[in-house]
C-alpha cells in the first residue's frame, strides 16, 4: 500500500499509528512506483515559471519571472462586498456543482470583454474554463494523439510546452520576429510537412502581446494566417490573454473575428485583467470542437468554480470592469517604461530586447555564450529572478534569451532588479571578452540599434564560435522539434 504523507491532521489530531511517517521519496521508492508510470508521463516537462514560484515566493527576491498581474490593486472593500452579496442571496447555488459548460450570466460576462476587443462570440460556441491554461489543455487533449504534428511560435508560452508535451506531441516551432510569427516561415513548414504526409493538428499562437516577446502580430500577417488555415483546413488556436493590455497604438483585429470562429478556436482569460486566483478562463470553437472539448471537460473537473462564477457575475454587474483595466494599463504602462529605462541604463552594449506596446514582458536576449540557464543560478544569489529563454522552445534553442516581467513588480524594485541582472551579464560579458582577447563594446553598438544589422549578437553563431554552439544545438531538420530554421532572432531594439 502506498503510505500517506506524514505529519499532523487539520485540527491538531495525531494520524492513526498504522501510518508512517516519511518526509523523503527514497530511490527504492521510485523503483517501486516506475513501473506504474504512462508511458506518457516519459515527455512530461515541468513549468519552469512553476518551478521557480517556490523561490521567488521569497519576500527578499525581486521576481522578474512569473506572470503576475497585481492583484493588490483591486479593492479588497469591492472584494468584501461582492462576497458578501454572494453569501448573503446566492449561497446555496454558489457552492453548488455547475453545468460543465459554465452558466448562462458568465458566458454574458466572457462576450462583453471579447466585443471589447470587436468579437461577438455565439455563446453555445464558449465553454468557461478552469483558466486560460485548461482551455489549451482541453484542445490539446481533444486533437492530439502520441506523435502529431502540433506548430507554435518560436519562443512560445513556456506553460504550453508542457502541456504539447504530456499529450506526446511532436512540437515544431516557427520564429516570431517583431510582426509576430513569421507566416512565409510557416507555410513552408507546412508545405515540408505536407511532401511527408502530415497534417498539424493545430497551430498556437499568442498574436498580442506575446508571452514571452512581447511583439503583436501585424495585421498582413494575422490575414495571411486565417487565409492559410482556410485553404489548408487547418486549426489555429488564438491564446489572447493580454489583448486589452495595450499602452500605446492600435489594436489590430483578433484572428477569431477575422477567420469569423471555423477555423480559429479562441482562448481567453479573466487571469490579467481581473484575477489568476479565481482561474476562470474560456474557450471558444465551432460545435464539432465543444462537443469533444465538453466532454473532456467533464472528465477532467466536471464544471469549473461555481462560486468564481458567482464572483465575475458580481463583479460584470458593477459595470465598472473597464474602468479597472483601464487603471490597470496606466499602472504597467510606467512599469513597463521604467523596465526600458532601466534596460537601457544596466544591461551592457551586447544586449538586445523587445519594447512591448501591451502586455506583461519583455524579451532580451545576450551575446551567444551566455546561458541563461547558468545566469539564473548566479541572478537568485543576487536575490533576483528572470524566466531562461529555453523554458520557451523545446529543441534547446533561446538558451541566451531571458523573459522579464513588468507587471507584478513596482517601478522601483523593477530598477532594482534589473540594476541586478544586468550586473551579472557584465561580469559575464567581461569575463569573456578578457579571455578571448575581443575589445569591449560600447553601447553604440548594441544589436539592434538603428543602422546595424538586425541579428548582430548572433553573429557569433554564424561564425562557428564554439561556446555558442554549445548552447544552440543548430538547425535542425523536421525529425527533429524544431523547423529547422536557424538561431533564434534577437529582437530589435526597435523605437517604432
Ligand atoms: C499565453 C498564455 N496563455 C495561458 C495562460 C494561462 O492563464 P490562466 O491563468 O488563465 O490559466 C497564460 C498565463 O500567463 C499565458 O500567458
Known sequence: MVEQPSSKRPGGAEPPAAIHRRSHARARDLERYAG??????????????????????????ISLAGGLPDTS?????????????????????????????????????????????????????????????????????????????VIAEAPTYPGAVPVFSSYEARTLQVE?????????????????????????????????????????????????????ARERELLVVEDNPYGLLRYEGSAEQPLYELDGGDYVLYIGTFSKILSPGIRLGWLCAPPPVMEKVVLGKQATDLCTSTLTQYFVREYFAEGRWLTYIADLREIYRARRDAMLDALESFFPAQASWS???????????????????????????ENVAFVPGAAAFVDGRGGSSM????????????????????????????????????????????????GLREGSSQAATATGDPSSARIRPGAAGLGEASTGGGSVVPFRRSDA
Open 73 to 149: 490593486t483591486f479593492p479588497p472593500q469591492s472584494f468584501a462586498a461582492q462576497m458578501t452579496r454572494i453569501a448573503q442571496e446566492s449561497s446555496a447555488q454558489a457552492l453548488q456543482y455547475g453545468p460543465t459548460e459554465g452558466f448562462a450570466e458568465t458566458k454574458r460576462c466572457i462576450r462583453e470583454v471579447m466585443r471589447a476587443e470587436g468579437m461577438d462570440p455565439d455563446p453555445e460556441d464558449v465553454i468557461v474554463t478552469t483558466g486560460g491554461q485548461q482551455a489549451i489543455d482541453l484542445v490539446a487533449k481533444t486533437l492530439i494523439d502520441p506523435g502529431d504534428v
Open 355 to 381: 519594447r512591448p506596446e501591451g502586455g506583461l514582458f519583455c524579451w532580451a536576449t545576450l551575446p551567444s555564450y551566455i546561458d541563461t540557464t547558468d545566469l539564473l543560478a548566479k541572478a537568485l544569489r
Open 36 to 61: 506504474l508510470f504512462a508511458a506518457r508521463t516519459r515527455a512530461m516537462r515541468s513549468s519552469a515559471m512553476r518551478d521557480l514560484m517556490e523561490i521567488t515566493a521569497r519576500p527578499e527576491v
Open 403 to 450: 523573459r522579464l516581467n513588468f507587471s507584478g513588480s513596482n517601478e522601483d524594485q523593477i530598477r532594482e532588479g534589473i540594476r541586478r541582472i544586468g550586473r551579472v551579464i557584465t561580469e559575464q560579458v567581461e569575463l569573456y571578452e578578457r579571455i578571448t582577447n575581443v575589445p569591449p563594446a560600447s553601447s553604440a553598438s548594441r544589436p539592434g540599434a538603428a
Open 176 to 228: 516570431v520576429d517583431e510582426d509576430g510569427m513569421r507566416i512565409s516561415e510557416l507555410e513552408a513548414l507546412l508545405d515540408r510537412l505536407a511532401a511527408d504526409r502530415l497534417r498539424p493538428k493545430l497551430i498556437y499562437s499568442v498574436p498580442s502581446f506575446q508571452n514571452p516577446a512581447g511583439v503583436s502580430m501585424s495585421a498582413d500577417r494575422r490575414r495571411r494566417l486565417v487565409e492559410v
